[in-house]
C-alpha cells in the first residue's frame, strides 16, 4: 500500500462529499482499467508497446488502491468527528453518531412501538367471540393511555425531525478532526 497524503484541513460536509467523488473516480476508473486490461494480438497496443501499456494499466490499478486508501483515510477521520462532536437538542446533548443512529434505525423502532399501543387486535377478538359465543359481548381493557400515546408520538416525530436540520448545520460548520 502506498502512503497516503494527510488529509488537507475541510468541513465535514466538504468530508462528506469527497467521500461520493472518490467513490465515483473509483467507478470510473474501473472501467479504464477492463479497457486497458487486455487487446486482441491483431490490434496495435494503444501506447506504442506492451511495456507502455502495461506500466499505464499498473498506474490506473495504483490509483484506484491509492483512492481507496484516501476514502477509508476520510473514512476514519468522519467516523472520529462523528463520534467526538457534540450536538443539542431540546436541552439533550448527543454525538453526531447518535442522531445518525435515530435517523437511520433506532427512530423508526421508537416511532414503531409506540404505535403498537393499539386495541384494535383485541376488538377484532371481540367481533370474532360475539359472531360464535351467545354470552354478553366482553369490552376492551386497555393498558394504555391513548393521549399519552399520541403525546409521545408527537415529541419523537418532533426530535427526528429536528436531526436533519441539525445535522445540516453541524457539517457546514464542523472541522473533519484528522485521525
Known amino acids: 500500500m502506498a502512503a497516503v ?3 488537507q484541513p475541510m468541513k465535514m460536509v466538504e468530508a462528506l462529499k469527497r ?8 467507478e470510473a476508473q474501473c472501467g479504464r482499467v477492463t479497457d486497458s486490461a487486455s487487446r486482441m494480438s491483431v490490434e496495435v497496443p494503444p501506447l506504442g508497446s506492451d511495456d507502455a501499456h502495461i ?3 499498473k498506474s490506473l490499478v495504483q490509483s484506484n488502491l491509492d483512492l481507496a486508501e484516501e476514502y477509508l483515510a ?3 477521520a468522519i467516523d472520529k468527528t ?3 462532536t457534540l450536538v443539542t437538542i431540546d436541552d439533550q446533548t448527543y454525538t453526531i453518531t447518535d442522531l445518525l443512529n435515530w435517523k ?3 427512530g423508526a423502532f421508537v416511532l414503531k412501538t409506540f404505535k403498537s399501543l393499539d386495541d384494535k387486535p383485541t376488538h377484532l377478538k371481540i367481533q370474532q367471540w360475539a359472531r360464535v359465543s351467545g ?3 366482553p369490552t376492551v381493557v386497555r393498558y394504555f393511555d391513548e393521549t399519552a400515546k399520541f403525546q409521545e408520538l ?3 416525530q418532533s426530535f427526528l425531525d429536528q436531526i436533519n436540520g441539525k445535522l445540516e448545520v453541524v457539517n457546514a460548520v464542523t472541522d473533519l478532526i484528522p485521525e
Open 74 to 76: 476520510l473514512k476514519r
Open 19 to 26: 467521500l461520493n467523488l472518490v467513490l465515483k473516480r473509483m
Open 104 to 106: 437511520r434505525k433506532v
Open 135 to 137: 354470552d354478553p359481548v
Open 82 to 84: 462523528n463520534l467526538s
Open 5 to 7: 497524503e494527510p488529509l
Open 55 to 57: 506500466d499505464k494499466l
Open 154 to 156: 408527537d415529541k419523537w
